[in-house]
């Protein structure tokens, strides 16, 4: 069983670049396909973006983030990351980063990921 832990949230101004990490335990990470979603207080959690497992590695990011965000991962160092920039104060929220045990091609639902990180917030100043 895979375990998640979110690092490199915290406060920065609009414009400004910001790399979120996902580190997890277990050796099955490669076969996981991964995810990130965000929760804004009183909003459901969504869909940020995602990456498929080895030997296919497509990725897939939401029309809200598409050309600022990027998620990308090392699988030798059990870790995915979100590369954002030019982020804006719609950004704010809790960033989770998520796993899907059946290595779906492009599971886009909180209802496709079995596997949750605590999450790190990002606020974002305007």
């Known amino acids: 069983q895979v375990q998640l832990v979110e690092s490199g949230g915290g406060l920065v101004q609009a414009g400004d670049s910001l790399r979120l990490t996902c580190t997890a335990t277990?050796?099955?990470?490669?076969?996981?396909?991964m995810a990130w979603f965000r929760q804004a207080p009183g909003k459901e959690r969504e869909f940020v973006a995602c990456?498929?497992?080895?030997?296919?590695?497509?990725?897939f990011h939401a029309d809200s983030v598409e050309g600022r965000f990027f998620i990308f991962r090392v699988d030798d160092s059990n870790s995915v990351y979100l590369e954002m920039h030019n982020v804006k104060p719609d950004d704010t929220a809790v960033y989770y980063c998520a796993g899907d045990r059946t290595g779906g091609t492009r599971p886009q639902s909180v209802r496709d990921y079995d596997t949750w990180g605590l999450g790190t917030q990002v606020t974002v100043s305007s």
């Open positions: 990456i498929n497992t080895r030997g296919k590695l497509s990725t």
């Open positions: 277990g050796r099955a990470f490669s076969t996981y396909t």
